[in-house]
């Protein structure tokens, strides 16, 4: 086999990473309007998962398929997390200018609640872009899912948030600029996908053992994390 043959090791990873490189640019180009960044970050998600199970066919055809399927909903999650993380800014920064006695135990709850909203952020696009359900059922779905498995949770959390957190370490972030602009999202998405791909298949046999008629592989499935003995 030739290195430079369309199907050579080289040229397979080659192409996954150009498709990285595409995602990741649409995937900031879709967030601009902010309003649509819920159903970007679902979008991303779900391309994410047929790069990582090897079934992508055209990353901007399998992004805007999601996109569009899932812009209600997506965006109804999306407006929440905005409303919530406003109203926590809100009261510590009300916290920070009227301090009382009680402001650091506050302060402590309010942090709390914060990283409650990241690890269940983490993991809710991912289930929205693969399993229907109502915005209660997956946003149930991806707290469950978040602390049923945690440590995964954790490194996926962690990975999204290195990209970002170099910009406060001197002046790594700026001189990283061209690969983070490349790659902020999709790698950490990539990266998330594997991590929660054996978890999602545990689901989906499941689905599949109990609606053996319907076939699903390309499609979004209905489905609710199952109880620990069915996993």
């Not at 970007?40 to 055809?61: N, P, Q, S, V, W």
């Not at 999306?78 to 926590?88: C, K, R």
């Amino acid at each position: 086999m030739k290195i430079f043959d369309i199907d050579s090791p080289l040229m397979v990873v080659l192409g996954k990473v150009a498709d990285l490189v595409i995602l990741n640019i649409i995937t900031i180009i879709m967030c601009i309007p902010i309003v649509t960044a819920g159903a970007a970050f679902t979008a991303m998600h779900y391309c994410c998962l047929k790069i990582a199970r090897d079934h992508e066919t055209g990353i901007l055809k399998l992004f805007f398929h999601s996109f569009k399927d899932n812009l209600k909903q997506s965006t109804a999650i999306w407006l929440l997390f905005l409303v919530i993380v406003a109203v926590f800014v809100v009261d510590c920064i009300f916290m920070y200018t009227n301090p009382t006695e009680m402001s650091s135990y506050v302060f402590g709850g309010l942090l709390f609640c914060m990283l409650l909203i990241l690890f269940v952020g983490s993991m809710v696009y991912p289930l929205q872009a693969r399993f229907v359900n109502t915005v209660p059922g997956t946003l149930k779905n991806a707290f469950l899912f978040s602390f049923k498995y945690f440590p995964r949770t954790l490194a996926i959390l962690v990975v999204k948030l290195i990209p970002f957190a170099l910009f406060f370490i001197g002046n790594v972030g700026l001189m990283l600029f061209p690969l983070i602009f490349c790659f902020c999202f999709s790698a950490p998405g990539l990266f998330a996908a594997k991590m929660y791909d054996k978890p999602f298949l545990k689901f989906e046999e499941a689905y599949a053992a109990a609606h053996p008629a319907e076939t699903y592989e390309d499609e979004r499935i209905f489905t609710d994390v199952p109880d620990e003995k069915n996993s």
